[in-house]
């Protein structure tokens, strides 16, 4: 990247990276979600996003969602990393499979983002797929209330993606960025879930592919590793300050952080509740994409 042979990074994220902002993740022993079940009263681990585990009893995922709803968590420093390298230019595209949507509220625009297993921002019902107001649906679910569709009455959800669930249309765009991509960054993943895991393997086979994590995941595990294939192991986020302070980024990341989070993370918040207030879906984005795309990506 130093010598600007890097031009069309694709950063492949997990969980992992939110974990440094207070969220757990799933199988990090100890802390992560899986480790925690009790505290959701569900079965086994995966049925927090199964489908007719929600049809029958919504309330694990809701008290979830409750964690999650972007609002309570703030990006950390490797979010503003990944957003560095697009305002460096050299950002192709980020896969996230977080529904935290810190990767928006870190400015990365909305372009330059797939949020491959969904996220909060829409809700819609279930079963028939009746589209819902994505702000009602989360005042009813913070308040321990079920929305329900106005046409068949079954439960909405916000547009989560569940196991056997489609993925969104943007996911698709790997087909024409991984052939593309001269780098490739993979951070806070255990890689185990399909079919988001084996998009690591559609990179052209010399493409460098960089691990970022705490231990040796998927293709990782392989003994000798490709040839261009290299891991970092560690806490994810001392990790990146060391890649950014090689890179002799870290002051910028950090000006960065500090202007986010002055000028558009309260201007994020105050947009959110300004909405609630007058009803309104439309709002809410125009504001997060005018933050994104004006005065904070510009500086
Ligand atoms: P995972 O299976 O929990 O894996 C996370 C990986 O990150 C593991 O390999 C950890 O060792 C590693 N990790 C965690 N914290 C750190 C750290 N500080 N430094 C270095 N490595 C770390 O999660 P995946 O993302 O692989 O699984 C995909 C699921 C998780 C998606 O469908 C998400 O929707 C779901 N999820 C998302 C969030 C979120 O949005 N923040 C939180 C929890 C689960």
């Not at 130093?2 to 799933?26: E, H, Q």
């Not at 890649?243 to 950090?254: C, S, T, V």
Request: glycine share 6%; charged share 20%; with cysteine.
């Amino acid at each position: 990247m130093k010598m600007g042979r890097c031009k069309n990074v694709v950063v492949v994220a997990g969980a992992g990276i939110s974990t440094a902002s207070g969220i757990p993740d799933f199988r990090t022993p100890g802390t992560g979600l899986y480790a925690n079940l009790e505290a959701y009263n569900i079965p086994y681990p995966e049925a927090i996003f199964n489908v007719d585990y929600f049809s029958n009893d919504p309330q694990p995922f809701f008290s979830l969602a409750k964690v999650l709803y972007p609002g309570s968590h703030r990006p950390n420093y490797v979010h503003y990393f990944i957003r560095m390298l697009h305002h460096k230019g050299l950002l192709l595209r980020v896969y996230t499979q977080n529904i935290d949507s810190l990767e928006k509220l870190c400015g990365i625009p909305d372009d330059k983002l797939v949020e491959a297993h969904g996220s909060f921002a829409t809700a819609s019902c279930h079963l028939c797929y009746t589209p819902y107001p994505a702000e009602d649906a989360k005042r009813l679910i913070m308040n321990g209330s079920v929305p329900t569709c106005t046409f068949c009455t079954a439960t909405v959800k916000p547009d989560v993606v569940f196991f056997g669930e489609d993925l969104p249309q943007k996911y698709f765009l790997h087909t024409q960025d991984f052939p593309k991509a001269d780098l490739l960054l993979i951070m806070g993943t255990s890689l185990q879930i399909e079919p988001f895991a084996s998009l690591v393997n559609t990179v052209r086979s010399t493409v460098p592919r960089l691990l970022l994590n705490r231990h040796a995941v998927g293709p990782f595990q392989r003994n000798p590793l490709r040839k261009a294939d290299r891991m970092e192991l560690g806490d994810l986020e001392d990790t990146v300050r060391q890649f950014a302070e090689m890179l002799g980024w870290n002051d910028d990341i950090m000006e960065l952080m500090k202007s986010q989070e002055q000028e558009c993370i309260p201007t994020l918040v105050r947009g959110r509740s300004a909405k609630r207030q007058a009803g309104s879906e439309e709002s809410d984005s125009e504001t997060d994409s005018k933050c994104s795309t004006s005065s904070c990506l510009t500086k």
